[in-house]
């Protein structure tokens, strides 16, 4: 069983800046991918950024130049740095991990509970 926990939201204000972080844990032999992603009331839930496990990364155009992904692959953990946010950006924020089982089985759809991003204008 693999448990993803996020963590870091908050409230601030718009151009402020706030460092989510997103931890797995469990039955982990390794990771593949992993990604930030952003659900507003009332829309679907969209990409903000995935990182590979050499580094590789892509972003939604929406955080482009403003929001930065990165990873530890020793502790299990990505980061989402967010600069210069924008009331437009409030949202929960999920984290995913595309993991390897000990049981070498692959399991795509690990999820966190979110974490509640509120960017005041």
């Known amino acids: 069983q693999v448990h993803v926990v996020e963590s870091g939201g908050g409230l601030v204000q718009a151009g402020g800046s706030l460092r989510l972080s997103c931890v797995a844990s469990?039955?982990?032999?390794?990771?593949?991918?992993m990604g930030w992603y952003r659900q507003a009331p009332g829309k679907q839930r969209e990409l903000v950024a995935r990182?590979?496990?050499?580094?590789?990364?892509n972003y939604a155009d929406s955080v482009k130049g403003r929001f930065t992904i990165s990873r530890d692959n020793a502790k299990n953990t990505a980061y989402l740095q967010m600069n210069s946010l924008k009331p437009e950006d409030t949202a929960v924020y999920y984290c995913?991990?595309?993991?390897?089982?000990?049981?070498?089985?692959?399991?795509?759809?690990?999820w966190g509970q979110g974490t509640q991003v509120t960017v005041s204008s």
């Open positions: 995913n991990a595309d993991v390897i089982t000990a049981a070498a089985v692959r399991v795509y759809d690990n």
């Open positions: 469990g039955s982990i032999f390794s990771i593949n991918d």
């Open positions: 990182i590979t496990r050499t580094g590789t990364t």
